[in-house]
């Protein structure tokens, strides 16, 4: 089984929740996933400093992290700096790399940029990086999960409030379909959604789509809709034949993630759960 936490826009900065912080190093601690994965919005208005405190915080970990930038980690109001380097502060002290390829054993996940420095808040996938995403999968073993991970949502959330997906949302899964991509993992919404991406393009691809897993804030006050002043993440189980996904939400009271609901999805050659999953 190879195991992943998603976690999303820990906007370190103002809003940023240290308390709530501990409580990802424990589960961290106490789950032992084989890797980490960070959709995006490190930092709350890309300073050097929330940088500094974003990549501290990630590797004290002690894991693997899968990490890729969110449109709060480039700069919005130094008009200059978004113009000559929106992305060096964040090479500086996260990752030299914007797009990333991560191998496990049993999974390989490809971490797409899909900030913008043109657009403030929008995102976008490219053609090129459509292509990075298929050489890197290409080299995969068959049987490993091919998982996308972005800041930007590929599907709306269910009430659609503020939903509009990013230009070429639906061009971009059907691409990721075509290279065996079973699951995509996002944020940048604050509220967290699991589906499949027939909910939303239906049609596309075969009977089972790309499993969706959207994560709310992880580690700041910015929740929405139903996840107002909310804290989450995901525990994601990759088995040969299934995927789970654990929804946990931050518990005040215990200080400490709880599971909230849990999702399962026949992967492999199966289309269909056996009839006593899940038990
Ligand atoms: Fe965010």
Same mark, same amino acid.
């Given at each position: 089984m190879t195991r992943l936490l998603h976690i999303s826009d820990l906007h370190f900065g103002p809003p940023f929740l240290p308390d709530v912080s501990e409580g990802v190093v424990k589960a961290v601690? &106490?789950?032992?996933?084989?890797?980490?994965?960070?959709?995006?919005?490190?930092?709350?208005?890309?300073? &050097?400093?929330?940088?500094?405190?974003?990549?501290e915080f990630l590797r004290t970990l002690e894991v693997p992290v899968v990490v890729t930038p969110g449109?709060?980690?480039?700069?919005?109001?130094?008009?200059?700096?978004?113009?000559?380097?929106p992305y060096r502060l964040y090479r500086a002290h996260v990752s030299p790399e914007l797009d990333s390829v991560c191998r496990l054993p049993g999974a390989v996940i490809v971490a797409l940029n899909s900030t913008r420095r043109f657009t403030f808040t929008n995102g976008r996938i490219r053609r090129w990086q459509l292509r990075f995403a298929d050489d890197a999968f290409r080299t995969?073993?068959? &049987?490993?999960?091919?998982?996308?991970?972005?800041?930007h949502h590929f599907a709306p959330?269910?009430?659609?409030?503020?939903?509009n997906v990013m230009p070429g949302a639906k061009r971009a899964l059907r691409a990721f379909k075509a290279c065996g991509v079973e699951l995509?993992?996002?944020?940048?919404?604050? &509220?967290?959604?699991?589906?499949?991406?027939l909910d939303f393009f239906p049609g596309e691809g075969d009977s089972r789509g790309i499993v969706v897993v959207q994560c709310g804030t992880t580690t700041s006050s910015r929740g929405r809709g139903r996840e107002r002043f909310r804290n989450t993440l995901n525990v994601i189980d990759i088995d040969s034949d299934r995927l789970r996904i654990v929804h946990c939400l931050w518990s005040p009271s215990s200080s400490s993630f709880v599971p909230v609901s849990e999702h399962v999805f026949p992967r492999g050659d199966r289309l269909y759960l056996e009839p006593s999953e899940p038990s």
């Open positions: 601690s &106490r789950l032992g996933p084989d890797a980490v994965v960070a959709t995006g919005d490190l930092t709350q208005r890309a300073k &050097r400093h929330q940088f500094a405190a974003a990549a449109n709060h980690d480039v700069p919005l109001y130094r008009v200059w700096e978004r113009f000559a380097g995969a073993p068959p &049987r490993a999960a091919r998982v996308v991970a972005t800041h959330p269910p009430d659609f409030e503020g939903g995509v993992l996002a944020g940048h919404m604050h &509220r967290s959604y699991i589906g499949s991406s």
